[in-house]
């Protein structure tokens, strides 16, 4: 088994309230989960109105398709939030239970 994770640092230029940062958080956490079949969630920054943290798992018993996933998810976010710019970007590959 092999567990891909993602953490994925925003900055929300145009944002101006805690609750504009929500409602782009949510509908971004919602198009990531139905299209990529991962787990998604803020895991940061959760009092900033202009950064934002979201964290992305998944499962896999191959590394290299864990990893395509990963990828394909932060190009998902680079292309389709053109609101939304990537400051940085971690992924961590943890082989885990065989």
Same mark, same amino acid.
């Given at each position: 088994?092999?567990?891909?994770?993602?953490?994925?640092?925003?900055?929300?230029?145009?944002?101006?309230?805690?609750?504009?940062?929500?409602?782009?958080?949510?509908?971004?956490?919602?198009? /990531?989960?139905?299209?990529?079949?991962?787990?998604?969630?803020?895991?940061?920054?959760?009092?900033?109105?202009? /950064?934002?943290?979201?964290?992305?798992?998944?499962?896999?018993?191959?590394?290299?398709?864990?990893?395509?996933?990963?990828?394909?998810?932060?190009?998902?976010?680079?292309?389709?939030?053109?609101?939304?710019?990537?400051?940085?970007?971690?992924?961590?590959?943890?082989?885990?239970?065989?």
């Amino acid at each position: 088994m092999v567990i891909g994770v993602c953490r994925i640092r925003l900055r929300l230029p145009e944002n101006q309230s805690l609750k504009g940062k929500r409602a782009v958080l949510k509908s971004l956490i919602a198009r /990531l989960q139905n299209k990529f079949k991962v787990s998604v969630a803020e895991v940061g920054d959760n009092d900033s109105w202009q /950064l934002a943290t979201i964290g992305a798992a998944c499962v896999s018993n191959d590394e290299r398709h864990a990893n395509q996933v990963l990828a394909a998810i932060v190009n998902f976010v680079r292309r389709e939030r053109l609101d939304a710019e990537i400051l940085d970007v971690e992924t961590e590959i943890i082989d885990g239970l065989s």
